[in-house]
């Protein structure tokens, strides 16, 4: 069975600062890919950014991107210039065989100061 | 249309109704899922459709019966639910089944069993 490990239940930064959210998960497979989704308090579920286990090179997505560290299965997320509208819980999911169905994490509910 | 639409919104319902919820996209995804989220939890797979057949059922009790009439629609019959089925009925569609495809999410239906 897959687990997958969001160690910060919570986590604060200023507007404009930058944050890192962390995930780690157990897998045997080689193939797999892994998103990050972001579900603010009107419950929407929507993908913040995905990353394909094959690639070295970390994904990005305007001031989202990930370090993927494939060898010690960890793949953290960092918010660049954080807006009020970023604040929202924070899920991590590994998606792989032989399920295809995303697997999350406990999630990090991140919280935006002005 | 990158929709998933979600019919009711909301649902209160008395231990012995029989409800539905449902679930359309026109996306043309072959895959279609139904999650359950607890309030400050993950949400977690309870069924998964390929190809309009059950792929996947992650031990769901039997008051929990999923229904795919046609490759838009996508059914959950309720029957003598519990207060604790109460939660966030998520649905998820994705092109297909597989590791290289981003699942879309529904806004949800929030049921309360009374």
């Known amino acids: 069975a897959q687990t997958v490990t969001q160690s910060q239940p919570e986590m604060s930064v200023q507007e404009a600062e930058t944050v890192t959210l962390s995930c780690t998960y157990d897998?045997?497979?080689?193939?797999?890919?892994l998103f990050w989704y972001k579900q603010p308090p009107s419950r929407q579920m929507i993908l913040v950014i995905r990353?394909?286990?094959?690639?070295?090179q970390n994904a990005t997505e305007n001031r989202f991107s990930v370090n993927f560290q494939k060898a010690a299965k960890s793949f953290s997320l960092k918010i660049s210039d954080s807006q009020l509208g970023d604040a929202a819980m924070y899920f991590c999911?590994?998606?792989?065989?032989?399920?295809?169905?995303?697997?999350f994490g406990k999630g990090t509910s991140l919280l935006v100061t002005p | 249309d990158t929709e998933v639409t979600q019919t009711p919104k909301h649902l209160v319902m008395g231990m012995t109704n029989k409800k539905s919820l449902k679930c359309e996209q026109h996306?043309?995804?072959?895959?279609m899922y139904w999650y359950k989220q607890k309030a400050k939890k993950p949400p977690e797979l309870m069924f998964v459709?390929?190809?309009?057949?059950?792929?996947i059922n992650e031990s769901v009790p039997s008051r929990f019966s999923p229904e795919c009439p046609n490759s838009s629609l996508l059914n959950l019959h309720l029957h003598a639910l519990q207060p604790e089925d109460s939660a966030l009925y998520l649905c998820?569609?994705?092109?297909?089944?597989?590791?290289?495809?981003?699942?879309?999410f529904g806004q949800g239906t929030r049921l309360t069993v009374v």
């Open positions: 998820a569609s994705s092109r297909y089944r597989g590791m290289n495809t981003e699942a879309f």
């Open positions: 897998t045997s497979e080689s193939d797999y890919y």
């Open positions: 990353q394909e286990a094959y690639k070295q």
């Open positions: 999911a590994p998606l792989m065989g032989p399920g295809y169905a995303l697997n």
């Open positions: 996306m043309g995804h072959r895959a």
């Open positions: 459709y390929s190809y309009e057949k059950l792929s």
